[in-house]
T-cell receptor
Framework: DAKTTQPNSMESNEEEPVHLPCNHS???????IHWYRQLPSQGPEYVIH?????VNNRMASLAIAEDRKSSTLILHRATLRDAAVYYC???????????WGAGTKLIIKP | NAGVTQTPKFRILKIGQSMTLQCTQD?????MYWYRQDPGMGLKLIYY???????DKGEVPNGYNVSRSTTEDFPLRLELAAPSQTSVYFC???????????FGDGTRLSIL
């Protein structure tokens, strides 16, 4: 299964944009890129997903590199409530499973 | 909206005891999953189900069993609890292919 690589942690200031990177150099053509986040003491929460094109929703934007070997989750204006662990996950189209890494702990400074 | 409900929220077991972690969802989702999460780590899939009567092993199934007699419920059974099973357990459900997974709040299990 293709794996993802994320920084262990990142810091950002409140009300500023945040760019969370993810490398997935062994991604296959049918792997979807999913992002979830996990707030302290809670279950994971879906953020966004995409295949090839950039995606936007009310929570975030997902920018996917043209070769699909990397992607970036963009939080346009971080708030203290966005402090969480963010997971970048690949999901094969033919598989029901998500393969989770350790994620990036995002720290928001007021 | 209830979503995915897990019970109990916390439990302490002695080595060798058995218990069932309950998971129920009210979204009529076909897909359901059980994960465990050890401190500082990502989630590891224990078992999953694609519909009532159908279950399959995930990445770390040893020491666990599941059943799926209804669409709503997906209980996880620990038969002989071991210290290595101390973890936080999450249940999730999904409506269909390409849909996101919805998670419960977890069960924190300690085995002493």
């Amino acid at each position: 299964d293709a794996k993802t690589t994320q920084p262990n942690s990142m810091e950002s200031n409140e009300e500023e944009p945040v760019h969370l990177p993810c490398n997935h150099s062994t991604i296959s053509g049918t792997d979807y890129i999913h992002w979830y986040r996990q707030l302290p003491s809670q279950g994971p929460e879906y953020v966004i997903h995409g295949l090839t094109s950039n995606v936007n929703n009310r929570m975030a934007s997902l920018a996917i590199a043209e070769d699909r070997k990397s992607s970036t989750l963009i939080l346009h204006r971080a708030t203290l409530r966005d402090a969480a662990v963010y997971y970048c996950i690949l999901r094969p189209d033919s598989n029901y499973q998500l393969i989770w890494g350790a994620g990036t702990k995002l720290i928001i400074k007021p | 909206n209830a979503g995915v409900t897990q019970t109990p929220k916390f439990r302490i077991l002695k080595i060798g005891q058995s218990m069932t972690l309950q998971c129920t969802q009210d979204m009529n989702h076909n897909y359901m999953y059980w994960y465990r999460q050890d401190p500082g780590m990502g989630l590891k899939l224990i078992y999953y189900s694609v519909g009532a009567g159908i279950t399959d092993k995930g990445e770390v199934p040893n020491g666990y069993n599941v059943s799926r007699s209804t669409t709503e419920d997906f209980p996880l059974r620990l038969e002989l609890a071991a210290p290595s099973q101390t973890s936080v357990y999450f249940c999730a459900s999904k409506g269909g292919s390409g849909q996101p997974q919805h998670f419960g709040d977890g069960t924190r299990l300690s085995i002493l």
